[in-house]
C-alpha cells in the first residue's frame, strides 16, 4: 500500500507528506484494498453456485434471506480463507449493488 501511496504521488506530482486520499479519487484509481475488495466480490458474482444463501434453506421471508450463509467454523484459519472472507464482503454491500447483472 505504501509502495502504491508512492506512485500516486509521483503520478500527481505531489509532494512526499501530501494526503494521498483525494489523489486516489481525483485519478479514479482504487487503493490496494479497494481493488481486493472489488475482485472478492466480483468472484462472488461469478461463481453463485458456489455460495449458499440464507434463503435457500427455508421459504420463509426473513431480513438476512438475502445474504450469503457464512459456515461455522472451528479454526481462525477459516476466517482468513478467500470464501470466508468473499462471503463477508458480498454481505456487506448494499442490496441494489448486489442485484446488479455485472460489477463493472
Do not use: M
Not at 71 to 76: A, D, F, K, L, M
Request: net charge positive.
Amino acid at each position: 500500500f505504501v509502495l502504491q501511496k508512492w506512485c500516486i504521488r509521483i503520478i500527481s506530482g505531489h509532494r512526499r507528506f501530501d494526503s494521498c486520499k483525494p489523489l486516489f479519487r481525483e485519478l479514479k484509481i482504487l487503493t490496494l484494498a479497494g481493488l481486493v475488495g472489488y475482485e472478492v466480490c466480483c468472484f462472488v458474482k461469478v461463481n453463485p453456485q458456489i455460495f449458499v444463501s440464507n434463503g435457500d434453506y427455508h421459504q420463509y421471508s426473513t431480513r438476512s434471506r438475502e445474504l450469503l450463509s457464512v459456515t461455522g467454523h472451528n479454526t481462525s484459519a477459516f476466517e482468513r480463507s478467500p470464501y470466508h472472507l468473499s462471503a463477508k464482503a458480498f454481505n456487506a454491500l448494499l442490496l441494489d449493488i448486489k442485484n446488479k447483472p455485472n460489477l463493472l
